[in-house]
């Protein structure tokens, strides 16, 4: 029996861990749930959480870098007085249950969940899972995971493959961009370039140097170049016909249904959405993400099919891998089945209800 519907979440960092958390939000939000985020003061999820009217409760955690550094003097204390000081909050608010979705700052929240003896879920967005998902998922009741290939980190019987909880509502629609608008093309084959929301400059400087390629080759280009890179990319282009570069553009969802073929990062939730929207994509994983995930999450899209993949240290080879994909793009498409991330939320949702109420041992 659930007592109450009270939820602490918590997920930080990047946006790859705080989308799916937000995503699993709205669908307790929805049913009448309350919640209580915690995550990092001065923080990327502590600026999209407010700005979501969800209260907020900040805490000072540190992650570990890879290398040496002074900070790390720091780490044990404070991560000591983060696990206290969630440990409080959480006896203090008695949540049905705490869910964490990645992050180092899910590490303090988990331990004090255990801790506080108040049942804790965890979701893992990647193939290969973060050092904090790795750890809380020995004392979860339940991991959710994205990919297959993480089953094998997590307990066998508490292991639930859901997918990547992702905003389906823009993405199950089939509005196109207004073409005149950007300047392009009605019949035009389009490349969509995703360097993520702040931008790849590997991945621009690339498309930069292989412009004409790309355009001898039929394809007029949407561009998301980051902020920081947008100005410099233009006047680069300056006004080249069959060319849109965007920082950002809330009508992303409707360029993935203009477009043939995507070129992009490895990000778990990109490749989500590019696989719900069913996209041939040309992959260049960022070579020193954390435990090299993204490699391992584009070698399993390339697996299904579903993209070719050029390391970045391969990159005098783009024109070749390019048009590996571009020149198959139908049997590509051909080999896509209906995305399991689409209903991924409402599956976690199901999951914990039941096994908060026994159902489900």
Not at 219 to 243: A, M, S, V, Y
Request: contains cysteine; aromatic residues 12%; charged residues 20%.
């Amino acid at each position: 029996m659930i007592n109450n519907k009270r939820i602490v979440v918590s997920a930080g960092g990047t946006g790859g861990h705080i989308t799916p958390a937000l995503v699993i939000c709205d669908e307790f939000l929805k049913n009448g749930w309350e919640i209580l985020y915690i995550g990092n003061k001065d923080s990327l999820e502590e600026k999209i959480v407010t700005g979501k009217n969800i209260p907020f409760y900040p805490i000072d955690v540190q992650k570990l870098y890879r290398n040496w550094t002074f900070q790390h003097v720091k780490f044990p204390f404070k991560l000591l007085n983060s696990v206290l000081k969630s440990y409080l909050k959480i006896r203090e608010y008695k949540p049905a249950f705490v869910i964490c979705t990645g992050g180092f700052v899910s590490g303090p929240v988990g331990i004090a969940s255990i801790l506080a003896k108040f049942p804790l879920f965890i979701h893992e967005q990647n193939s290969y899972p973060g050092i904090t998902t790795r750890f809380l998922g020995k004392y979860a009741k339940k991991a959710y995971i994205a990919y297959q290939d993480s089953k094998t980190y997590f307990v066998k019987n508490k292991t639930v493959y859901t997918g990547n909880p992702i905003y389906k509502e823009k993405l199950l629609s089939n509005e196109k961009i207004d073409f005149d608008k950007y300047k392009l093309k009605q019949d035009s084959k389009k490349l969509l370039i995703l360097g993520g929301s702040q931008g790849s400059l590997f991945i621009n400087s690339l498309i930069l140097k292989n412009i004409d390629f790309i355009q001898s080759n039929g394809f007029e280009i949407l561009w998301q170049t980051g902020k920081d890179h947008l100005k410099k990319i233009q006047n680069r282009i300056d006004n080249q016909n069959g060319i849109f570069a965007f920082d950002f553009s809330d009508e992303l969802h409707k360029m993935y249904n203009s477009a043939d073929m995507v070129v992009c990062r490895a990000g778990a939730l990109t490749l989500s959405e590019i696989e719900s929207k069913k996209l041939p994509s040309m992959i260049i994983p960022l070579p020193d993400a954390a435990g090299n995930h993204q490699v391992f999450n584009a070698l399993d899209f390339q697996n299904k099919g579903y993209a070719v993949v050029l390391e970045q240290k391969y990159c005098h080879n783009f024109q070749k891998v390019f048009l590996s994909c571009s020149e198959n793009l139908d049997q590509i498409k051909d080999k896509f089945v209906d995305s399991i991330h689409i209903e991924a939320s409402l599956v976690i949702y199901n999951s914990i209800i039941n096994t908060l109420q026994g159902t489900i041992k």
